[in-house]
């Protein structure tokens, strides 16, 4: 495997709540030695999934860890990534993928990545990505 993952909402919300069904999993598969990267779009969502499921102190936490750079580098969506998503999420109408679903493949195509951390079925519909771990 690449030593370079996107990593997905899903992952994060895992990583920071002991008791999600993936925690562990998560968790094991960070403290192997690789580069990851995420979205500003990304921290958006991570950070207001973890606002209404676990309440305003834990997407405090979860926001400084993601804005501050610890845990991953952040890439930023760019116009170019977003006419580039619109066009993907018309285009997967039967999928049901969220726009920010849409922008993560758009700037992990830009960027020639292949892996997603993530525990959605999402990213693996598309046949462009694989998912982890």
Request: overall charge neutral.
């Amino acid at each position: 495997m690449t030593n370079v993952v996107f990593v997905d909402t899903g992952a994060w919300y895992a990583l920071a709540n002991k008791k999600d069904i993936n925690h562990e999993r998560a968790v094991q598969f960070v403290l192997e030695p690789k580069r990851l990267l995420t979205t500003n779009y990304i921290i958006d969502e991570a950070i207001t999934l973890t606002l209404f499921r676990a309440g305003y102190s834990a997407a405090l936490r979860m926001g400084e860890q993601l804005w501050g750079g610890e845990l991953a580098d952040i890439v930023w969506v760019t116009r170019a990534d977003e006419q580039r998503a619109w066009k993907l999420f018309k285009q997967y109408r039967d999928k049901m993928f969220s726009f920010t679903d849409c922008t993560s493949f758009a700037v992990m195509s830009r960027l020639n990545l292949v892996y997603a951390f993530t525990f959605d079925a999402d990213f693996s519909q598309t046949g462009q990505f694989q998912t982890v771990p």
